[in-house]
């Protein structure tokens, strides 16, 4: 039997698939870590990064263990690449009504995020539906890397698709993430953008890996909609990846600059102390809209999601 979560279609008759959580039972398919929660906690949207839908609102942000990327570089990596056996006593079971009435107490939304919401897709697919019912936005923070099956399970009912686009090419995905195919998570962007879902994209830039992708990911996204915001976060050495020193901030201005050129009209760096690289300027006049600093809105100066001076319409959700 072959999972269908993910491009990897791991044969899980033969044990648990690459994402070391999902398997067959009894002849069914079974996700193993649905209601298992290994984090969870009440973040600033901002902090997913996403900054252009309901900034300054609240997601109650869970996640599990797995992953089907497992990244070599991975921040996360005691929960993406835990062992379920080994990790199982330290989850706690929440099932989605539970998570969505804890929610509905404490947050605007609802986000999947810390590892791979692909790995328990139908945990989250339950929870969204849940939660759309009780009024809350829905996050899935994705690398990107999930089938078509996955996709149109997650579309009705997840509002906001923050990916990860951490190369360009299958090339570059090969250092850090063996057998992903580039191809599949551009596909999964542009179905997301074509079915008028909210998009923010993330590229964790690491130097002499996947910085030389860096112009193509922003022709990429222009041809899309030079709209959609564009975070590039800085690197720091994690997990496997200690070899590969810290982003140097001069790149990430650089990239910045080299996206806003090409006609990006949100972009964004994580990951440093640099005052207004995480504001919101309006691109058609330059006037201060968004300021934050760190991971909280300051002040929205936006007037029904529109520049107050020169009247442009920003890209994203700002209330309502």
Same mark, same amino acid.
């Given at each position: 039997m072959f999972c269908l979560a993910c491009p990897r279609t791991c044969n899980l008759?033969? %044990?648990?698939?690459?994402?070391? /959580?999902?398997?067959? +039972?009894?002849?069914?398919?079974?996700?193993d870590v649905c209601e298992l929660v290994s984090s969870i906690a009440n973040d600033p949207i901002e902090k997913k990064p996403v900054f252009h839908y309901?900034?300054? *609102?609240?997601?109650?942000? /869970? %996640? &599990?263990?797995?992953?089907?990327?497992?990244?070599? $570089?991975?921040?996360?990596?005691e929960i993406a !690449?835990?062992?379920?056996?080994? @990790?199982?006593?330290?989850?706690?079971?929440?099932?989605?009504?539970e998570l969505v009435a804890l929610a509905k107490r404490v947050s605007d939304g609802l986000a999947w995020t810390y590892n791979e =919401?692909?790995?328990?897709?139908?945990?989250? @697919?339950? $929870?969204?539906?849940?939660? +759309?019912?009780?009024?809350?936005? &829905? /996050?899935? /923070?994705?690398?990107?890397?999930?089938?078509?099956?996955?996709?149109?399970?997650?579309e009705p009912v997840v509002d906001v698709f923050r990916i990860?686009? +951490?190369?360009?090419?299958?090339?570059t995905y090969e250092k850090f993430a063996p057998g992903v195919k580039a191809s599949v998570i551009l596909g999964n962007i542009e179905r997301a953008v074509s079915c008028r879902k909210h998009v923010e994209i993330v590229t964790n830039v690491m130097p002499g890996v996947n910085d030389g992708d860096l112009e193509a990911i922003?022709?990429?996204?222009? *041809?899309?909609?030079?709209?959609?915001?564009? !975070?590039?976060?800085?690197?720091?050495?994690?997990? +496997?990846?200690?070899?590969? =020193?810290?982003?140097?901030v001069s790149l990430l201005i650089r990239a910045r600059q080299m996206a806003l050129e090409k006609g990006l009209k949100y972009v964004y760096l994580g990951n440093v102390n640099l005052p207004g690289m995480e504001?919101?300027? #309006? =691109?058609?006049? $330059?006037?201060?809209?968004?300021?934050?600093? $760190?991971?909280?809105?300051?002040?929205? @100066?936006?007037?029904? %999601?529109? #520049? =107050?001076?020169?009247?442009?319409?920003?890209?994203?959700?700002?209330?309502g």
């Open positions: 008759s033969a %044990g648990r698939g690459y994402c070391g /959580v999902r398997s067959v +039972k009894d002849d069914k398919f079974s996700c309901l900034p300054g *609102s609240t997601v109650l942000s /869970v %996640g &599990t263990l797995g992953c089907n990327m497992r990244c070599i $570089g991975c921040q996360n990596w !690449h835990a062992d379920l056996d080994t @990790y199982r006593w330290n989850l706690q079971r929440i099932t989605a009504s =919401p692909t790995v328990w897709a139908e945990y989250v @697919y339950d $929870g969204a539906c849940l939660a +759309k019912e009780e009024g809350l936005y &829905t /996050v899935v /923070v994705t690398n990107g890397y999930y089938s078509i099956q996955t996709f149109k399970l997650w990860d686009l +951490k190369g360009f090419t299958d090339e922003a022709d990429f996204i222009k *041809s899309l909609n030079p709209e959609i915001p564009w !975070h590039l976060t800085r690197f720091f050495p994690q997990f +496997k990846m200690q070899n590969v =020193p810290p982003t140097p504001n919101t300027m #309006c =691109p058609r006049c $330059g006037n201060l809209l968004i300021e934050r600093k $760190g991971l909280f809105t300051v002040e929205n @100066y936006l007037e029904q %999601g529109s #520049c =107050p001076r020169c009247g442009n319409k920003i890209y994203g959700r700002f209330g």
